[in-house]
């Protein structure tokens, strides 16, 4: 990292955020959340402490910030690949959502600790985070019921439904590999389990499950 440097312009201050959450980033890789320190991002930025508190209050305001910009990418892609209108088939709709969230599990690996982050950061950050995420979430629900023809609340359903069951899988298939090897010592054998098919087989059932529901058949 290069040597601190005090921002003189918003410009600048916004380039120190992003040398805070790639060194964020890049320890979140290394060790679990519980484990890391303010003291260990500020040495991989090669700033004191001092000036990176400049910038944050808490090492739960810096992942706040990265789990708020991986939601961001994942929900921008939503919205681009199901534009109002669109005709696509449960089948192709379940396919398409599977494979973003997979190309997004960056987003799970931070959400599922959401609660944890939200503990120690201002109330200020906290309603400018709750804010935009409500909105844009309200904003692919309303798309969602435009193009499947379904409630607004069934809609909601089945995002919340899918996001929950997509954290699970995922931290059970892919990132928790300990998981896996605790088993094979006990001698047990895993099922075959795959994210993405998993994940677009129980979107499709959820799906169909909120379409009898609402009186909808299915396409």
Known sequence: MTKFIRARNEGQ?????????????????????????????AQKLSWSRANLYKYVS???????????EAREKYYNELKASYPVGCAYSEE??????????????????YYH???VF?????????VEYKR????????????FSKNLALRFV??????????????????????NRKIKEEMELLGYILPDMDFKRDLKEFILIYLSA???????PSR
Not at 92 to 109: C, G, K, Q, T
Not at 154 to 175: C, F, P, T
Not at 210 to 216: I, V, Y
Request: glycine share 2%; charged share 30%.
């Open 13 to 41: 201050k916004q380039e120190r955020f992003e040398e805070i959450k790639a060194a964020g980033r890049k320890i979140f890789d290394e060790k679990p959340y519980s484990e890391i320190t303010i003291s260990d991002i």
């Open 58 to 68: 808490t090492k739960e305001e810096i992942y706040l910030m990265i789990c708020e």
């Open 92 to 109: 192709v709709f379940a396919e398409i959502w599977s494979r973003i969230i997979a190309d997004h599990s960056e987003y799970l690996r």
């Open 113 to 115: 600790l959401l609660s």
């Open 118 to 126: 939200e503990e120690n950061v201002s109330m200020e950050k906290l």
């Open 132 to 143: 935009a995420f409500y909105s844009d979430t309200d904003d692919i629900i309303t798309i």
């Open 154 to 175: 069934s809609s909601q359903n089945l995002l919340h439904a899918v996001h929950y069951q997509a954290m699970g899988m995922y931290n059970a298939i892919v990132e």
């Open 210 to 216: 909120e379409k009898q529901k609402s009186g909808e």
